[in-house]
């Protein structure tokens, strides 16, 4: 057994520590043992006079004193445990040697994981060269945005372009400690994992503006350990990579903040309706709110949400002290004007820009389009574009009333009005009312025998009287309270509370225009539809419709060049071709007739008869050089125009007796930048002499006739020189104006999409020519008045008898000048002496 003995001495010698602790009985005797082999060494190494012996004498004598006092030191400690000291500081040391071991373990851990992450991680150097997918722009002919093409819409901006206090209110809200931390914050971890404990729900993220770079950028947003490992790694990687500046450039250029916005450039465009140097203080921190859930917290649709996150944002703003306690409140209350940001491309010129987006997908792809940022310049003028879009409509609305009126849209029960009304008021608040514009509106008031009646739209209210809805005939008596109808707003009534309305009836009809300018063959307004909205079938363009008597000039025009003249006789007269038996309109035959006549009048015999003469497949290659690429049947029937085409097709055949022979490929694309500003494209249309100018200017003439006197009579309104021709087809399926000045040509057509009539009587100049002439007015508003000048070589001018087409002679009724190929004009001419021989002169006398 050991005993335990209180050692208090302080021994020191040569060699030997000093010490004070408590030691064994094992370890008395030990030091017992070395006390006498030090005094043995000493003695033999002690001077001759034995001073050292002595002194060690005398230290052992000290030592048994003290010996006796730790004894009685022991008996005193006798009751206390032996070693417990000793224990507690091999258990420490036995901790602290386990926590060692863990530690290193864990670090082994780690750097193995560390490894492990680190050869999935991708590369940051994609970062150092900043390329997102562009928004691809398309552009008017006077560099209107028109229509935008894009997989994410975002407006790349450099930092100094963005105002301080949006900087200012992203990094408050997101991460205040941006510029300090070293791509993570610890302390907004912690800080948010106990602010979700005590909200018992997640209110708070702890990922740095860095991370959240990385999560746009490189990784995904899948919610595992293994992504927020790699997550952390590349955010020191890039926090040591880039500076905070380059972070937050790429950050708020990239950062998805609601309904297809990427970056704040979009975002403030998106909501705001302006751009981001325009950008309040109350509107910076509404975006800033943004981030954490864009459609929770969207100002469109939840905009108390979106206030409680501004206000949220304004007070990490004054906390930071990036904004003053006076500045907070101002920016809270003051008003936000929400613009949701317009659709161009449906709103300004949808059908042209659909045609444009389906040929630079066609030429350069999909991925180009969508991600390339082009800039794109089109011939289109906004202008011509909506003055088209609002004459198709008109001219199919008119039509659409002279068949009658089909009915009320549909009928709602009393309980359903408040509903409806607040329904369509959300409809309306886009725009407002205002004169002009067609709108739903419901019954709900109705005066005695329905002669007047009051109509709800939204919020406000209308009078609808009988002289503004004579059109539907009886049928405007059985309208009944919760009838639904359509009706477009005349004007406000004197009292200012109420507007007169006029009833309307969505049409079921569908029409077509395209305009091209002269000289450059730009496609100045093309639209293929009544409403874009409801069908995208591009009218003018993708469907082939049979053009009827249109088709007719390209027969006359193929004649000429075989020699015959304006003065030339045809023969209108019955015949059968084949078990076919074609009539003229009228159902009447006019026996011999001048060729200018025939045409003026559209004799459907008289055409056959001359392509007969002229023959099918020379008459198909003609139409060919003048663009018409559709299939054409070679038969008899092609005169009367049976084989379907385009009203481009047809607007570009005109457009050659207008270029005086030159077939001008239309022109819809001007020019292509790509994103960095370097031209890919410049159009540069191929101009081809296809027929002679005087070939062209006789079918111009012949053309001028139709106007003048024959089925185009009502172009004559448009007080200017005019040519077209006019086009029916059987059963009045499809209705046809192609006509041109000298500035522009332009083809209207009507028709339904599945084939049936339009209606008794309406023909091309009832149902088409109020399109193009409504159209064309206001397109040459205050443009000079022109005239069709004739070539300066190939044409002569000779007076012939209007009845036979003969020289006159004193006995003739109606003498008239022609115009006439060079060698072609009656070989005998006695010139009278008023007789003009110069053509402008001539053109000029006779306007």
């Known amino acids: 057994m050991a005993t335990s003995v209180a050692s208090q001495g302080d021994f020191s010698g040569p060699g030997l520590p000093s010490y004070r602790r408590h030691v064994s009985f094992w370890e008395l005797h030990y030091w017992k043992s070395l006390q006498q082999i030090s005094v043995s060494f000493l003695f033999f190494h002690s001077n001759s006079d034995g001073t050292n012996f002595r002194e060690v004498q005398s230290r052992l004598s000290m030592e048994k004193k003290n010996s ?396 609808l009287t009988s002289k503004n809805m004579r059109w539907a005939g009886k049928k405007r008596y059985a309208l009944k309270i919760g009838d639904v109808v359509e009706v477009r707003i005349k004007k406000r009534k004197k009292d200012g509370k109420l507007w007169e309305l006029a009833l309307e009836q969505p049409p079921k009809v569908q029409g077509a225009l395209l305009c091209i300018e002269l000289g450059t063959g730009h496609v100045k307004a093309m639209v293929g539809g009544r409403d874009f909205r409801k069908t995208q079938f591009n009218r003018a363009v993708q469907s082939r419709r049979q053009p009827g008597s249109a088709f007719k000039p390209i027969i006359y025009s193929a004649a000429i060049d075989k020699g015959y003249t304006p003065a030339t006789e045809v023969m209108d007269n019955a015949m059968v071709y084949k078990k076919w038996k074609p009539k003229n309109y009228d159902r009447k035959f006019y026996g011999p007739t001048l060729l200018r006549k025939a045409l003026a009048k559209s004799r459907n015999l008289a055409a056959i008869q001359l392509l007969d003469k002229i023959g099918v497949d020379y008459a198909v290659r003609y139409a060919r050089k003048l663009g018409i690429t559709s299939e054409l049947h070679p038969d008899l029937s092609l005169a009367l125009g049976s084989s379907g085409v385009s009203l481009l097709e047809m607007v570009k055949a005109y457009s050659v007796f207008a270029n005086y022979g030159s077939l001008r490929e239309p022109v819809f694309i001007t020019r292509i930048l790509d994103r960095d500003g370097n031209e890919i494209y410049r159009a540069n249309p191929r101009s081809e002499k296809v027929i002679g100018a005087d070939t062209a200017y006789i079918t111009t003439s012949l053309l001028e006739s139709v106007v003048k006197e024959g089925t185009g009579k009502a172009v004559k309104a448009l007080d200017r020189p005019a040519a077209g021709k006019t086009g029916t087809t059987n059963n009045q399926h499809d209705a046809w104006f192609v006509g041109y000045t000298p500035q522009y040509v332009t083809g209207a057509w009507v028709g339904f999409d599945k084939e049936r009539s339009l209606g008794r009587k309406e023909t091309g100049g009832k149902a088409a020519i109020p399109i193009w002439l409504g159209f064309m007015k206001k397109v040459l508003e205050g443009k000079p008045a022109l005239v069709f000048s004739a070539p300066a070589d190939g044409i002569v001018f000779s007076q012939i008898d209007a009845d036979t087409g003969l020289l006159p002679i004193p006995e003739s009724r109606r003498v008239i000048y022609e115009c006439f190929k060079d060698g072609t004009a009656p070989t005998t001419y006695t010139e009278r002496p008023d007789a003009i021989s110069d053509a402008d002169a001539f053109f000029k006398s006779d306007l």
């Open 68 to 463: 006796k006092i730790r004894q009685n030191r022991h008996k005193k400690d006798a009751g206390k445990k032996p070693g417990q000291k000793w224990k507690i500081i091999r258990w420490f040391l036995w901790a602290c040697l386990f926590f060692i071991i863990c530690g290193l373990a864990a670090a082994g851990g780690l750097y193995a994981g560390y490894r492990h992450y680190s050869e999935e991680l991708p590369n940051i150097s994609s970062l150092r060269h900043y390329r997102p997918p562009g928004i691809t722009t398309v552009y008017s002919d006077d560099n209107i945005k028109i229509a935008e093409f894009f997989r994410e819409r975002r407006i790349v901006m450099t930092l100094p372009d963005m105002p301080e206090k949006l900087i200012h209110a992203f990094i408050a809200s997101e991460d205040a400690r941006f510029f300090t931390h070293k791509g993570i914050d610890y302390l907004s971890i912690l800080r948010a994992f106990f602010k979700n404990i005590e909200a018992g729900t997640v209110v708070q993220g702890g990922s740095t503006i860095t991370q959240q770079v990385i999560k746009c950028f490189l990784l995904t947003s899948e919610k595992k350990y293994s992504r927020k490992i790699k997550e952390a790694i590349l955010a020191y990687r890039i926090d040591k990579a880039f500076d905070k500046e380059r972070i937050l450039y790429l950050y708020l250029n990239q950062i998805y903040l609601g309904h297809g916005a990427h970056g704040v450039g979009a975002a403030a465009e998106n909501y705001f309706g302006k751009s981001v140097q325009e950008l309040n203080l109350a509107e910076c921190a509404m975006l800033a709110g943004l981030p954490q859930a864009p459609s929770k917290y969207s100002p469109f649709t939840h905009f108390d949400k979106a206030r409680k996150r501004q206000k949220y944002v304004l007070g990490r703003m004054l906390t930071e002290g990036y904004i003053s306690q006076a500045e907070a409140e101002e920016a809270e209350k003051k008003t936000l004007e929400i613009r949701p940001r317009k659709n161009l491309y449906i709103e300004k010129v949808p059908f042209y820009t659909e045609h444009v987006r389906r040929h630079i997908e066609k030429r350069y792809g999909r991925k180009t389009l969508y991600e390339e940022g082009l800039s794109i310049y089109t011939a289109v003028s906004v202008e011509m574009q909506e003055t088209a879009q609002r004459e198709v409509d008109a001219g199919l609305r008119a039509l659409d009333k002279r068949q009658g009126y089909r009915g009320i849209l549909r009928h709602i029960s009393p309980g359903e009005t408040e509903a409806f009304s607040e329904e369509l008021q959300k409809k309306l608040d886009r725009d407002g009312l205002r004169p002009g514009r067609i709108t739903e509106g419901i019954v709900t008031r109705a005066g005695r025998k329905n002669k007047t009646l009051t109509i709800r739209m939204g919020n406000d209210r209308g009078t």
